[in-house]
């Protein structure tokens, strides 16, 4: 089986993707590969044949920290999905001409490979490596980071909010994506539950009890559990002389201006018992003061760190926030915006973590956040094993072969 794999330009859907990919190419399918350029080398290392992505598409970045509201944030990332769907286009085009795939993976955010997916007459698949974004019963408008409703105050809160939160960003998107929808002859969404669920079979990477438990899933989604992948590289020799309690503090891969949670990170624990390890990929981690009880790196694989390591404490996205509680590790969630304030939620929901609000970050609210959380090891574990019993890539694997054998 020759196997299509198309990505958006962020290692946080890329990494997610791979062990898939690499349980599909143990079983002897080709593996074809398009994604960022940065991740081209990865791919190709791992044995795909790799190319990277158009590079007008990885050239319209996010600039959705500059928003001031929740729905603003999300309509501004919305904005640049729908901007590059008219590039992916052609992109996905010429590679289902060039590899000629039995089947085609597509990250659901490709808002235009997934149409031309939809008419290339293919069997095709999408997976979501982050919260699902669309309305659903007993779940609350997605975006704010509301808690559930467990009464009738909450559940008229949804009723009357669902428009207002979701309706306006599906109002600015749905011009824009039914435009490059119709232009390659696929039929046009109405809304976000349309777009989120139109491939045949969409893998979601993340699994309840950390999800809410909904009634009406779409019958093409599977939870598969979270999956991460860290590319080959050696442990530093610095992680083995540590000899503290880790608190592992990651940062978005995708600039969003969060330096400001290492910062914070570094002054809230210099004089804690425990060791400070950050992750600053798109920021400059020389222009902090790092106290002797902490290191700030541009990059470590965050696999290294997890097994010393006591708290998490993180921006939320998904990528992060998940490998955490797959090793058992309890988290406390800063969300900068994006998807971000569902994860904090679903966090503090499922009793694995911390939410803390940016708007009430501080060293003094950090460090008892991280206190608490410290506590709350056994949930994680718990959690854990939640997810280990979801399936991961090798469930995935075998939806994808049992959906192309029945073609």
């Not at 306006?168 to 809304?191: C, D, I, L, M, Q």
């Not at 530093?236 to 290492?262: A, M, N, Y």
Request: a neutral charge; hydrophobic letters at 45%; aromatic letters at 6%.
């Amino acid at each position: 089986m020759n196997v299509l794999a198309y990505t958006s330009p962020a290692r946080g859907h890329l990494f997610p993707l791979i062990p898939i990919l690499r349980e599909l190419h143990g079983r002897g399918h080709t593996i074809s590969l398009r994604t960022l350029a940065s991740g081209v080398d990865i791919g190709r290392g791992l044995g795909f044949a790799t190319e990277a992505i158009d590079q007008r598409i990885e050239a319209i970045v996010h600039d959705d920290y500059q928003a001031r509201t929740p729905v603003g944030s999300v309509k501004r990332s919305t904005a640049v999905f729908a901007r590059r769907a008219e590039f992916e286009v052609e992109d996905l085009r010429a590679a289902i001409e060039s590899e000629s795939p039995d089947v085609v993976i597509v990250d659901i955010n490709c808002w235009g490979a997934i149409a031309v997916a939809e008419v290339s007459g293919l069997p095709w698949v999408s997976f979501l490596p982050y919260l699902a974004p669309f309305p659903g019963k007993g779940v609350p408008p997605f975006g704010p980071g509301f808690a559930p409703a467990h009464n009738w105050v909450g559940r008229l809160r949804d009723r009357l909010l669902q428009p207002l939160v979701l309706g306006s960003v599906e109002n600015a998107v749905k011009p824009p994506v039914n435009a490059v929808r119709r232009s390659v002859g696929a039929v046009t969404v109405a809304g976000a539950r349309d777009l989120f669920a139109s491939a045949p079979l969409t893998l979601y990477l993340t699994a309840e009890p950390f999800e809410y438990h909904r009634s009406d899933w779409p019958p093409s989604y599977r939870l598969v559990g979270p999956l991460s992948f860290d590319p080959a590289a050696e442990p530093p020799t610095w992680l083995d002389e540590i000899d503290k309690p880790i608190v592992l503090v990651t940062t978005s891969s995708e600039f969003q201006d969060d330096g400001r949670l290492v910062r914070t990170a570094l002054e809230a624990l210099r004089d804690e018992d425990v060791f400070v390890v950050a992750t600053l990929p798109s920021g400059d981690p020389s222009s902090f003061q790092v106290p002797p009880n902490a290191r700030v790196e541009r990059w470590l694989a965050h696999s290294a760190v997890l097994p010393k390591a006591a708290c998490v404490i993180t921006h939320g996205g998904m990528g992060a926030t998940q490998k955490a509680l797959v090793a058992g590790v309890p988290a406390v969630v800063v969300p900068f915006g994006r998807d971000q304030l569902e994860t904090a939620r679903r966090v503090e929901v499922s009793g694995v973590g911390v939410r803390l609000p940016l708007s009430k970050l501080s060293t003094s609210r950090l460090r008892e956040a991280v206190r608490l959380a410290r506590t709350k090891r056994g949930a994680a574990q718990l959690l854990a094993a939640g997810f280990a019993a979801a399936g991961g890539a090798p469930r995935a694997a075998d939806e994808i072969e049992a959906l192309v054998a029945a073609r």
